[in-house]
């Protein structure tokens, strides 16, 4: 039986297709694909499902999808198509439903699952090295910035489109949208913010230079199959000299050039779980930061449930120092505290915030929070009464909880949810929150909540009170869902994405932090599934 | 044609068996064994080619063995036989000619190569934990040694028959001899030399408390299906504390309690290959050793071609710092410098010697030496002319280099040969070299010269004038190959061991240092292929 899976995977000769073809036998309980159909699926499988349920289909954010895990709870094709078609509450989307798979599609998903998953291959360090491409050597970069406004500048991923738009903060306009790796995740700055950085899904890393008269791509490199953070030597001395991608697949960190992208080293993250100590290939690496106090970078390896600190400050000589702390596990988003002495990172699936000390490099605690906790970077708050708190929504709740982060002031406080937010209307949804040192609000969206209003909305508490001060809605000119809040450089506006289909444009709002008032709409046939917004300043200084 | 390949290893289902035997198009390429014969061939091939064809046969010390690569050399049954038992100058053993293995038994590994490699299995950490016995629990261990000699105890391997003998080295008195893991590979001591940790090849830990009245065995835990190396948490503050297993495979290091061997953690050592950064599974652990000025250990990654310097102050806090440091592939066996600042280890597919800097936690210079080197731990002589140096032997050819360590005092000789020392009569096969502080000479032997009379040699010369000044040779009484020097805690004599066939009893031979007169025999039924002797005193503070 496990022969005959096999066989479908396009990965064995020819000779023997004819023999298990003609046996009845296997048939029946494999479903026969094409090599078109099976190359399909896994490309589907790749863009869609990979992501929550692993290459290796082993199970993560999503379960498990392997056959035999599919068999043992009783799923036969149709039940497994309305899995797809419909969703979960749990989080899964309705592919159906929102159009983008069609019923054939997903006939063609069910059955590719019911197949043992194909062996996702290596990345070879040629096949890195033949797609690295500088298009500005840095001799012939500007000397200076072109544009006085650029630490204001935004960069804004146009997620379907796989694109960036770059705008200048100051002015609202439209400096230039370069081409990126597919469904950009995340843009980072270096340290000095004149490279904006963008990685895709794909692995493709961009760097872009905010220097130019017109900000442009300079070099490009794709180290992953699969990735989802890339960030920069941001320690003093350090600065713009090195970039770090976190690959899902394969399991692995790459280490590259600040300035030319250039490939330089890589190791694999394939190690043990922390808990059980069993072998997981497929230990992949979330989120990433920088610090700022020191040469390294927090990798979040999430299957494992470790969180590594990288050391690169002996990369130049062949070496470099990795801190395995054991965490917890599925690890995901995360952010700094407000001293950038602590990370913290939703364990999501396990419904807490683990606490790393960067400067004694250990884990500091683990605080039990809501279901599914999503920080994105989380919001900091230096709070009257609490002290200084690091907040964050959640994809499974209402309630947004805010975490005391100084020990040493407020020992009290300190890795205890100090303050539940909650949210009207019923379910959570929320993906970012987002506060500015010099705004009063702490700002919340609700995209993945299935109510449609509330997928509209964002949501603005008094980040002192903690009561809910305003409502934002989208324009009704606007389809889509509000999404990721971002203030530019002085906390004096921010900007909300309408996150809408591929096919329609949408917008980007800007509202005055002090009246709340929307000052101002980007839009125009290019704003296509705009997401996550970076404002360079806020980025280069981990500002949230 | 891989499909069938696979039908054979025995992880597939037998519904398919009756397909693929009935296919006369596949008999002719890949050879058929049954499920008996594919177990027994999956055991010698264990048990003796997988040391240095590796687990998955991709090569290592010896060439790759898959199909794959035997074709592509034109190797056919009849010639792959003629390998296997005759051997290669290159050093492939004649397991025929040495009556290792039979006719058939060389006929059926021929047919097991020409099939696919079972994939190895993993090791959980439940059947880690579930292999762990404590046979003396700590509380019931003596408070003070019941042995005034302990601190000259000798361990000795009885390697073929999966032993350790504990000798008193002032009475010459055989005190217990030990069960442990198969083909102990070797002692160490913890940094009181109160325990004695032994590995076997099949990833058996054995701790050994030399306090007792009769030292034995207090715990065992198998934490690998194969081992090389083990060593133990030297530095003050933790002595006694922790031990660490170098896994081939799976490829891993484990830490244990240094009393109890209670697995604790372990990490996977399957990484990318240093230059080439392509991915390796079997990034296996060689020669650990540990520092006496740092909380660390020294790993050896043989093909990653990685050294990682594992530091341990922070496991109880569950974190490991892992400086992993880009040297040279296939990295083997090493030992300290005089200083014990600084580690040399072979690379010995590339007839280099790396050196490390623990101190400053790099990568200090790469040697140039002769063909295969094999410095045990190598041979440290502070010598009138050229400063502290470090020797190593070669299997390769009959001369010894020996490299300058001192940069700061003797900056012209540091990391070059300083002095080539022949030995008498034509080719390599140098295993072991030997010296101590108290002694004039520098020993080596030549078990793996072909020839019978270098063999059952022990080569001594000054080791200050480098002129050989005498040849030990075996008495007649004992067949074997003269193998593994050790001093006394003093100096005053060394020990020979004479390696013979498990069904022979052979002898130990101790001479005197001053007058190399043949003084002692050890000997009696039980000694049988003794390899690797390590006295306490000279254990626990590495003097070689």
Known sequence: MKVAKKLFTGLVGAALLSITASSPANADEVPHLTKEEMKKASQIYFDRCAGCHGMLRKGATGPALTPEALKERGLNIPAIEAFIYNGTPGGMPDWGKQGVLTK???NLMARFLLNEPPPPPLLSWKQINDSWEVFVPVEKRPTKPANPNWKNFFGVILRDVGKVAIIDGTTKELLNIVNTGFAVHILRTSSTGRYMYSIGRDGKATVIDLWMEKPDKVAEV??????RSIDTSKYHGYEDKYAVVGCYWPPSFVIIDGKTLKPITRHSTSDYY??????????????????????LWVLNIKEAGQVWLVDYSKVDKGTVKVHMIDAERYLHDGGWDLSKRYFLVAANMRN??????????????????????????????????????????????????????DPEKHPDNAWKVVKWIEMPGVGGGNLFIKTHPNSKWLLADRPLNPDKELQRSIFVFDKNSFELVKTLKVPKDFPGRAVHEEYDENGSEFWISVWGRKDQPTAILIYDDETLK????????WVRTPTGKFNVTNTMKDIY
Chains 1, 2 share one sequence.
Request: glycine share 8%; proline share 5%; charged share 30%.
């Open 104 to 106: 054939e599609e997903i």
């Open 222 to 227: 794709k180290v992953c199959y699969d990735a």
């Open 274 to 295: 922390y808990d059980t100590k069993d072998y997981v290939r497929e230990a992949r690496v979330a989120s990433i930061v920088s610090s700022h106090y020191d040469p």
């Open 352 to 405: 807490k915030i683990v606490v790393i000390d960067t400067k004694d490099k250990e884990l500091e605690a683990i605080v039990e929070v809501g279901t599914k906790p999503h920080p994105g970077r989380g919001a900091n708050i230096d709070h009257p009464k609490f002290g200084p708190i690091w907040c964050t929504g959640h994809i499974g709740e209402n309630r947004i909880a805010c975490i005391g982060t």
């Open 518 to 525: 929307l000052k101002h709409i980007i839009k125009g046939d």
